[in-house]
């Protein structure tokens, strides 16, 4: 039960039982999963996880952004177990189901640009994306990508090739799909050309236009640019207001898809229900998945309905349109229209100004930065240098999960703040203690 004392750590972490379920874990499962820190999970409810040993958090990583509702939402339980007892699973690439068609008539309104669209359901953020990309292929005939560096978009073979974001990630997977080609994102903290921005012209936009489209990929041969509205696992980076308009206009004038991303910053997260829409730009593709089914597994790529025309068989799965996982998604976006995606923008402005004043006070904070609940956070060396600094970052996330708060890190040296989006504030000041209480000690011990 959640209660006033909470988080609360009760054992050395990982407590005995955890220790035993780790030691087992170890032996059995793949040691490809990232990890970061020695949690294991009984249950979970609301902005609240409870380990093994009976420890307590506050949820800030909402299982990589997925628990939007929080952790078993009520309203969601109920819709899932009720979908389970009717039908668990109905081979959507064979047979119709209501809520398949129900949802994604939904998507096509909540999503930016005209409502008449279709939508691919499979499970995850990687088939979405695959999806994408097949798509754009069979519609343009053309082979070649534009991609982002820093950027993520999953890590089977067709959607890797996009991904730029860590080494780890595309280490010995080659050779991955041929003609992508990654350009670097508006990332103004740190200008890949080494300008500043109101004076740079958004220098990167005219790169693609100007020398990418000209020299490297001819834009006769390009299909589509993938780009995150914000990017998520590459830093929480997010680009000015003229990026993605600007970057749209390259992609109409050489008929070239935009095809944005929004696995992570979707869903209500920003405090629009597509982080696409802070920019006022429509895209010809958008891919969710993570939170569209508050934990339910489920992704979709989403299109105009004169762009989704491929014949049957050329795209098709056996788990997309699972049944549970589209009432869950209904569900979720009821939620989220009815105060959860408020919710994000009101909580996002609370906490905003929180870490501003905490970047004013420590040298080792070189950037706060997001939208909603979407937020990053830079750690360097010292604001001067800009040196990135991976150890404080990471000794972040290590200390607040000793304190009770569970949180991400994101980019080389950064940690990210991606709650579910039901948090209020007091759970929020709860949350900021503890992470100002590790940021206070790191940078405390860096001056002695
Ligand atoms: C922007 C983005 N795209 C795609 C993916 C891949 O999603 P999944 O891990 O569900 O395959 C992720 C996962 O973090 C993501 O952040």
Redesign the pocket.
């Known amino acids: 039960m959640v209660n006033k004392k909470m988080p609360h750590i009760g054992t050395k972490l990982p407590g005995p039982k955890s220790k035993k379920l780790i030691n087992k874990d170890e032996k059995f499962v793949s040691q490809s999963y990232t990890r970061a820190y020695p949690a294991v999970i009984d249950h979970a409810k609301g902005a609240y996880i409870f380990d093994s040993d009976g420890n307590s958090y506050i949820d800030f990583h909402a299982g990589?952004g997925v628990c939007a509702t929080g952790n078993c939402h009520p309203e969601v339980v109920a819709v899932v177990k009720k979908q389970a007892e009717k039908a668990i699973h109905i081979a959507s690439a064979d047979f119709y189901h209501p809520l398949v068609g129900k949802l994604a008539e939904k998507l096509g309104e909540i999503t930016p640009g005209a409502k008449e669209k279709r939508v691919f359901f499979g499970n995850?953020?990687?088939e979405a994306?695959e999806c994408a990309l097949k798509l754009a292929r069979y519609n343009k005939r053309k082979p070649r990508m534009i991609a982002f560096i820093g950027g993520?978009?999953?890590?089977t073979m067709g959607?890797l090739s996009l991904t730029c974001s860590k080494i780890n990630q595309r280490k010995y997977f080659a050779p991955m799909l041929p003609e992508v080609t990654h350009v670097p994102y508006a990332y103004c903290y740190r200008c890949p050309f080494n300008l500043e921005y109101g004076s740079c012209d958004i220098a990167c936009v005219k790169f693609i236009d100007e020398v990418i489209l000209q020299k490297v990929a001819p834009a006769e041969d390009v299909a589509a640019i993938f780009v995150?509205a914000i990017q998520?696992?590459g830093g929480y980076i997010v680009p000015p207001v003229e990026f993605h308009p600007r970057l749209k206009k390259v992609a109409e004038k050489y008929g070239i898809y935009y095809v944005v991303?929004e696995?992570?910053s979707g869903m209500g997260r920003t405090g629009k229900m597509f982080a696409i829409e802070h920019w006022g730009v429509v895209p010809d593709i958008i891919t969710v998945?993570?939170a569209l089914a508050s934990g339910m597994p489920i992704?979709a790529c989403i299109a105009p309905k004169k762009l989704m025309t491929w014949v049957p068989g050329a795209h098709s799965t056996t788990f997309g349109g699972n049944p549970i996982a589209c009432a869950a998604a209904l569900k979720t976006i009821e939620l989220l229209e009815n105060g959860l995606m408020k919710n994000a923008e009101k909580m996002g402005k609370y906490i905003m100004p929180r870490l501003k004043k905490m970047w004013e006070d420590f040298d080792i904070i070189g950037d706060v930065r997001g939208k909603g609940l979407m937020i990053g956070i830079e750690f360097v060396k010292d604001k001067k240098s800009k040196k990135p600094a991976s150890d404080y970052s990471n000794e972040v996330e290590q200390q607040c999960f000793r304190n009770g708060l569970m949180l991400l890190t994101c980019g080389p040296n950064g940690v990210r703040f991606i709650p579910p989006l039901i948090i209020d504030e007091e759970i929020a000041d709860k949350a900021l203690k503890i992470f100002e209480k590790v940021v206070k000690n790191i940078a405390g011990r860096k001056k002695r």
């Open positions: 990589i995850s953020g990687t994306v993520f978009h999953g890590r959607s995150e998520g696992e991303d696995v992570q998945a993570k992704g």
